[in-house]
């Protein structure tokens, strides 16, 4: 009787550990359902961003001997305008480096009217335009036109003039967080 006794009892034991397994499992089941349930929304919360660009009007130039120290108009500005499809454009600070395509030439090179009440020339050798740019503006002329000064051009250079080239390169930094040019440009110098 002993034997079928223990037989019951294990039988017992053996179907509410099933029991209690099949109801673990069957919660399981549902918590995993509901971990992994989700649903989708439209997130109307777009990026800004500052598309700029250099903006220059350069009139093609009468020719003048290179002796006569010829001037020519040319105003290099840059603009903040809205690019690709969603054109969300935002405020930013910009700042522009001259070049030239030869150095030697270059050194004889004289900017006419540089604004240099909104424009600040930085020790980095870019020009930092002081206000802020808000979509669609444009900043003043950095110059109006410029003047190869003949007597500082060495004489081996002087029929390399035609094909000289005066080069800009601009960047801009968006200016939200910051209270002006300075601090912007700043912080961007210590993240790079």
């Known amino acids: 009787m002993l034997d079928v006794m223990k037989?019951?009892?294990?039988?017992?034991?053996?179907?509410?550990?099933?029991?209690?397994?099949?109801?673990?499992?069957?919660?399981?089941?549902g918590t995993g359902a509901y971990l992994t349930s989700f649903d989708t929304a439209a997130n109307p919360v777009s990026v800004?961003?500052?598309?700029t660009e250099i903006e220059e009007e350069f009139p093609d130039p009468t020719p003048v001997p290179v002796?006569?120290?010829?001037?020519?108009?040319?105003?290099?500005?840059?603009?903040?305008?809205?690019?690709?499809?969603?054109?969300?454009?935002?405020d930013c600070y910009v700042r522009m480096a001259v070049g030239f395509s030869h150095s030697d030439i270059g050194d004889a090179v004289v900017l006419k009217d540089l604004d240099t009440e909104n424009w600040v020339y930085g020790e980095d050798g870019f020009y930092y335009f002081r206000n802020l740019l808000k979509p669609g503006e444009t900043t003043t002329p950095l110059f109006t036109g410029f003047m190869i000064d003949s007597a500082g051009v060495d004489r081996d250079y002087l029929e390399l003039i035609p094909e000289f080239e005066i080069q800009i390169y601009e960047e801009s930094v968006q200016a939200e967080g910051f209270t002006d040019y300075a601090e912007a440009w700043d912080s961007y110098r210590h993240s790079s």
């Open 7 to 29: 037989y019951k009892k294990s039988t017992k034991s053996i179907w509410i550990l099933c029991a209690a397994a099949a109801a673990v499992l069957m919660g399981a089941g």
């Open 48 to 51: 800004g961003q500052n598309t």
């Open 67 to 90: 002796e006569e120290n010829p001037e020519y108009p040319k105003e290099v500005r840059v603009s903040n305008k809205a690019a690709g499809k969603n054109e969300f454009q935002s």
